[in-house]
């Protein structure tokens, strides 16, 4: 069984993934990454380059590819859930684990990206809040389980993420 974990950027996917990923001593499969690799280029290159339905795209043949493999983590870029198929994709060997945080720990979380802005807005706490708007309801349905790391370590929310992955396989 693989474990992906899903939510916006700044809710901890990336940190959590790879503490659980050492952990569990299993493989660490970040989308991101593997899009970079396949387009040869840094995403927020790959975005301005070819804007979001293009990357769109590659992630989707990126989460494809993946979507076999098995005893991973999978951290996923936060809009994975835009497309029905990568959620039906990971869903047939993934635990799927939403991350969430609230708007202000979100901010001060991305505050020094550099990754490229989701919406025209100049605002950080008006384009969270938008895209947050529009990706909730997706996010739910393809979360197994949720957890806010909003007051939580890493390490607290990967004890959790441990838990329901045994529940999972008994």
């Known amino acids: 069984m693989n474990i992906a974990l899903i939510g916006f950027r700044g809710a901890g996917k990336t940190t959590i993934a790879r503490l659980l990923a050492a952990r569990l001593d299993k493989k660490l499969v970040s989308t ?38 098995d005893e991973c983590i999978f951290d996923t870029g936060g809009g994975i859930v835009m497309r029905n198929e990568n959620i039906i994709n990971l869903k047939k060997s993934s635990l799927i684990v939403l991350l969430t945080a609230d708007v202000n720990t979100i901010k001060s979380r991305i505050k020094n990206s550099k990754r490229p802005p989701l919406t025209n807005r100049g605002n950080c706490i ?26 939580l370590t890493a390490e607290e929310a990967c004890d959790l993420i441990m838990h329901y992955a045994q529940m999972e396989l008994q």
């Open 32 to 69: 991101d990454e593997e899009i970079a690799k396949k387009t040869k280029m840094p995403i927020a290159k790959f975005v301005k380059s070819y804007g979001w339905d293009k990357f769109r795209e590659v992630e989707s043949d990126v989460v494809e590819s993946i979507s076999d493999f």
């Open 126 to 151: 008006d384009e969270v809040k938008e895209v947050l708007q529009e990706r909730e309801a997706r996010y739910k349905r393809a979360a197994d389980y949720t957890i806010d790391t909003s007051r």
